[in-house]
C-alpha cells in the first residue's frame, strides 16, 4: 500500500531562481506558500467589502452606496471568501503539511499542483473585473439564485465561467491531495495513524469531487438557460426555479463542510500539543468526520424549509440535521476530554484553537436552531442566519486557519514570530468578531432581512456595536500580516520541534526552516509505536 | 498531464468519480420531476395538466367552495393578464368555467404561456381542468387581446377543511428555443 517514492529528486536544496520559481513551481512547499498568499489577498480583499457593507449598515439610511452596488459588494464578498480565501488556504496547508506529515517527498502531482494554483488569478480576475461591465458586479447574491441571477447585465457570463475555473482548481487539488494520501504514505503509516489534518482533508477532497462538479452542472444550466434557450429553471419552458435550489443547496451544503473539516483537523492536532496529552478518542475523531461527510449530503433543504415542501419532506431534513449534531457533539466533547487533566499552555495556536472550540460551538448551536423546521420560517432571510454562517465560518474556519499558521509558521521559516504581537492579534481579533457577530443574532430574531443595504430604525443600535466591531476586526488582521512578515524577514530561531509542547507528526521531525526537497528518503514507520492510541 | 505511472490507477478512477458527479447533477433534473411527482408536490404535476374528455357531474350542494383567481406577469408593460373575475363560489362535484383576460402590449406577435399554481399545494389533485388556456401556448398578435376559458371541477373528495382554493397564473412570453422545442 504505501510505498517510498523517491522519484525525481536527486539535487537536494537546489531552488530554482526567479520568477520562473514561482511560475513553473511544482514544489509543494513554494505553491503552498502561493496559495497561502492568494488566500491571504482575498481575505483582505472581501474583508475590504465586508468593510463597506458594515459601513453602509453603521447607520438607517442610505450613506454610502447605490443599492445595486450594495448588493454586488454582498454577493462577492461571499465568493471571495468562501472560494478565494477560505478554500485557498486549506489547499495551501494541505500542500505545505500533507506532504510532511505522511513523510512524502511531494505531492503526488506536482504538475497539476502548478495548474490548480495559477488557474485561481484568472479565475478572480474574471469574477472581478465583472465589476467593470454594464449593470456592474454580479448581485444577485453568491447562491445564484434564478430568476434574478438570469437578470444580471453582462457581468453574469464572467461570474459562471469564474465558478467553473475555482471549481477546476479545487477538484485538481482535491484529486491530488487524495493520491498524495493514499499512495504515498511513508511504510507503516496506516491510515489510522495518518495525522487527523490529512484526515479531515482526504474527507474533505472527497466531498469536493463528489459535489463541485454538481455545482458546476448548475451554473452551466444558468448559462444554458440565459443563452441558449433551455428551460431547466424557466417556467415558461417547463422548467421550475425552485429546482435550482435543491441542485445548487445539494453542492452548498457539503460545500459547508469542505469550508470546516480542515478546521476540525488542525485543531485536533493543537489541542493535544499543548495540552501534552494524546486526543482524546482519535477513532471516533475520524469516524466522527466521515459521519458528517456522509450526512452533509442529505440535509441540504434545511436551507430553503419555506420554499415549500411536503411536511414529509420538511421533517426528514429536520431530523436529518439535527442528526449532525452528534458526530459534531462526539468532536467538541474529545476536544475537551483531551484538555481534561493535561498541562495547557496558551500559545498563541492553542489561543486560536480554544476560541475555535467556544466561538465554533455557538455557531453549530445557532445551526440547531436554524435547523427547527417550524421556526426556520422566522429565522429564514434575517441576521440570525448571517451571525450563524459567520460564527461557523470566521472563529470557525478562519480562526482555525490562523491557528495553523501560527503552528507550523515556524517550521515553514525557520524563525520564531513575536508571540507578544500573536496574542495582540488573538485577543482583539476574539473579541471584536464577538461585537461584530453577537449583535447580528438579536438583529436576526428582531426580523432585520439580510441582503438589504438600508434598515428600520430600531435596528441601529445594535448594528453600530456590530459595525465597530467589525472594523476593529477588519484592521487587527493587519497585525497578523506584521506577524508573519516578521517571522519571514527573521527572528529567533526555531527548533526542530519549534514548540515545548507533545506533538506527534512527522513535520517535527525535520529542521526547521523545512528544506526545500524533505523526506527524498522516506522515513519507515513500521514498527514505530502508534502516537494517536 | 502526466501522472507519475504509480499514481495513474487512482487518478482515472477519481476523474471518473468527477464526471459521473457531473452528470449526477443532471441527473438531478429529471430525478427531481419523479419526485415531485412521487410526493405529490411541486403542484404542477396534480390538476394542472388533466385534460378529461368526460366529467361526470354530480355536485355537491350542500357544500361551497370558494375559488380565488390570480394573474401574475413578469412584465407589466408588457401584457394586460387578470382573471375576469376574482372569486367565484363553486359546489364540488359541477363543473365551471371562469376566465381570464389578456392583451398583448409587447409591440410585436408573440407567443406566450400560462404556468398554474395552485394553493394550497397539498389538494392540487383534488382540482380538476377538462380545459384550459394553459394547456398549450398561446398566439398573440400585435395588440391582441381575448378572453381565454378555464373550465374546471373540484373533487367531492375536497377534504372537508378547504373552503378556498387559490388558482394562480403566471403569464410568459415563450423564447422562441423554447417555443419551438415545445
Known amino acids: 500500500m504505501a510505498h517510498a517514492d523517491t522519484h525525481d529528486h536527486h539535487d537536494h536544496d537546489h531552488k530554482p531562481t526567479g520568477i520562473g520559481r514561482w511560475l513553473f513551481a511544482t514544489n509543494h512547499k513554494d505553491i503552498g506558500t502561493m496559495y497561502l498568499l492568494f488566500a491571504l489577498m482575498m481575505f483582505f480583499l472581501g474583508g475590504a467589502m465586508a468593510l463597506g457593507i458594515r459601513l453602509e449598515l453603521f447607520k438607517p439610511g442610505m450613506q454610502w452606496f447605490d443599492p445595486a452596488f450594495y448588493n454586488s459588494l454582498v454577493t462577492n464578498h461571499a465568493l471571495i471568501m468562501i472560494f478565494g480565501a477560505v478554500m485557498p488556504a486549506w489547499v495551501g496547508l494541505a500542500n505545505w503539511m500533507i506532504p510532511l506529515q505522511v513523510g512524502a517527498p511531494d505531492m503526488a502531482l506536482p504538475r497539476m499542483n502548478n495548474y490548480s494554483f495559477w488557474i485561481l488569478p484568472f479565475a478572480f480576475t474574471l469574477l472581478l473585473s465583472s465589476f467593470f461591465t454594464a449593470g456592474g458586479g454580479p448581485a444577485g447574491g453568491w447562491t445564484l439564485y434564478p430568476p434574478l441571477s438570469l437578470q444580471a447585465g453582462d457581468s453574469f457570463p464572467l461570474t459562471i465561467f469564474a465558478i467553473h475555473m475555482m471549481g477546476i482548481s479545487s477538484i485538481m487539488g482535491a484529486i491530488n491531495v487524495i493520491v498524495t494520501i493514499m499512495n504515498m504514505r511513508a511504510p507503516g503509516m496506516t491510515l489510522l495513524k495518518l495525522p487527523l489534518f490529512c484526515w479531515t482533508w482526504l474527507i474533505t477532497a472527497y466531498l469536493l469531487i463528489a459535489v463541485m462538479p454538481v455545482l458546476a452542472g448548475a451554473v452551466t444550466m444558468l448559462l444554458t438557460d440565459h443563452y441558449f434557450g433551455t428551460s431547466f429553471f424557466n417556467p415558461a419552458g417547463g422548467g421550475d426555479p425552485v429546482m435550482f435550489q435543491h441542485i445548487f443547496w445539494f453542492f452548498g451544503h457539503p460545500e459547508v463542510y469542505i469550508l470546516i473539516l480542515p478546521a476540525f483537523g488542525i485543531v485536533s492536532e493543537i489541542i493535544p500539543a499543548f495540552s501534552r496529552k494524546p486526543l482524546f478518542g482519535y477513532d471516533a475523531m475520524v469516524y466522527a468526520s466521515a459521519s458528517i461527510a456522509f450526512l452533509s449530503f442529505i440535509v441540504w433543504a434545511h436551507h430553503m424549509f419555506t420554499v415549500g415542501m411536503p411536511l414529509a419532506g420538511q421533517m426528514f431534513f429536520m431530523m436529518s440535521t439535527m442528526l449532525i449534531a452528534i458526530p459534531t457533539g462526539v468532536k467538541v466533547f474529545n476536544w475537551t476530554a483531551t484538555m481534561w487533566k493535561g498541562s495547557i499552555t496558551f500559545e498563541p495556536p492553542m489561543l486560536f484553537a480554544l476560541a475555535f472550540l467556544f466561538l465554533f460551538t455557538i455557531g453549530g448551536f445557532s445551526g440547531l436552531m436554524l435547523a427547527i423546521a417550524p421556526a426556520d420560517f422566522q429565522y429564514q432571510d434575517t441576521y440570525f442566519v448571517v451571525a450563524h454562517f459567520h460564527y461557523v465560518l470566521v472563529p470557525g474556519a478562519v480562526f482555525a486557519i490562523m491557528a495553523g499558521v501560527y503552528y507550523w509558521l515556524p517550521k515553514w521559516t525557520g524563525h520564531m514570530y513575536s508571540m507578544s504581537l500573536a496574542k495582540w492579534h488573538f485577543w482583539l481579533s476574539t473579541v471584536s468578531v464577538n461585537v461584530l457577530f453577537f449583535p447580528q443574532h438579536f438583529l436576526g430574531l428582531a426580523g432585520m432581512p439580510r441582503r438589504i443595504p438600508d434598515y428600520s430604525t430600531q435596528f441601529t443600535d445594535w448594528n453600530m456595536v456590530s459595525s465597530v466591531g467589525g472594523f476593529v476586526f477588519g484592521f487587527s488582521q493587519l497585525l497578523f500580516v506584521v506577524v508573519v512578515w516578521q517571522c519571514a524577514r527573521g527572528g529567533a530561531k526555531a527548533t526542530d520541534k519549534v514548540w515545548d509542547g507533545q506533538m506527534t507528526g512527522l513535520e517535527w521531525t525535520v529542521a526547521s526552516p523545512a528544506p526545500y526537497h524533505s523526506f527524498t528518503d522516506a522515513p519507515d514507520l513500521t514498527g514505530v509505536a502508534d502516537t494517536h492510541h | ?182
Not at chain 2, 374528455?53 to 394573474?71: K, L, N
Not at chain 2, 387578470?82 to 367565484?88: D, F, I, L, N, V
Open chain 2, 1 to 182: 498531464m502526466p501522472a507519475p505511472r504509480g499514481h495513474r490507477g487512482l487518478v482515472a478512477r477519481l476523474l471518473l468519480f468527477t464526471a459521473g458527479s457531473f452528470a449526477f447533477g443532471f441527473a438531478l433534473v429529471p430525478l427531481y420531476s419523479v419526485l415531485c411527482k412521487v410526493w405529490d408536490t411541486g403542484n404542477r404535476w396534480y390538476g394542472t395538466q388533466t385534460a378529461q374528455a368526460s366529467v361526470i357531474e354530480q355536485p355537491d350542494v350542500d357544500r361551497v367552495v370558494t375559488i380565488e383567481f390570480v394573474g401574475n406577469v413578469a412584465h407589466q408593460e408588457d401584457w394586460e393578464f387578470a382573471p375576469t373575475a376574482t372569486t367565484m363560489k363553486v359546489h364540488p362535484g359541477k363543473l365551471y368555467e371562469a376566465t381570464f383576460h389578456a392583451k398583448n402590449l409587447t409591440g410585436h406577435a408573440v407567443v406566450a404561456q400560462a404556468v398554474p399554481s395552485i394553493a394550497p399545494q397539498t389538494i392540487a389533485r383534488y382540482f380538476k381542468k377538462t380545459q384550459c388556456f394553459c394547456f398549450e401556448p398561446q398566439k398573440f398578435a400585435i395588440a391582441e387581446s381575448r378572453e381565454m376559458p378555464i373550465r374546471f371541477i373540484v373533487d367531492r373528495d375536497l377534504p372537508p377543511d378547504i373552503d378556498r382554493i387559490t388558482l394562480s397564473y403566471s403569464f410568459f412570453d415563450l423564447p422562441q428555443a423554447a417555443a419551438s422545442n415545445r
